[in-house]
């Protein structure tokens, strides 16, 4: 994929991402912003390689709920 249209769809994913944190984890969107930038799912998410960014933001926010109750990032099957 191009560079720029991956950036785009970034630009697109995370704050939905980011708000379903915040929803959530009862916490304001600069604290759950902080949070996801700094999980490894994210770190998946902006290697495009890992194909992370076709999944649904509720799907990215389960690996991530999965990531900070665990440790560990979990994959759905439809990866």
Do not use: C, R
């Amino acid at each position: 994929m191009e560079q720029k249209k991956f950036e785009a769809l970034l630009k697109i994913i995370t704050p939905q991402v980011i708000h379903l944190i915040a929803e959530n984890y009862k916490t304001d969107e600069i604290s759950a912003a902080t949070k996801f930038y700094n999980s490894k799912v994210y770190a998946l998410l902006e290697d495009e390689s890992t194909k992370v960014w076709h999944l649904s933001p509720l799907t990215i926010f389960n690996m991530y709920d999965g990531e900070t109750k665990t440790g560990v990032v979990k994959f759905p099957e439809e990866v």
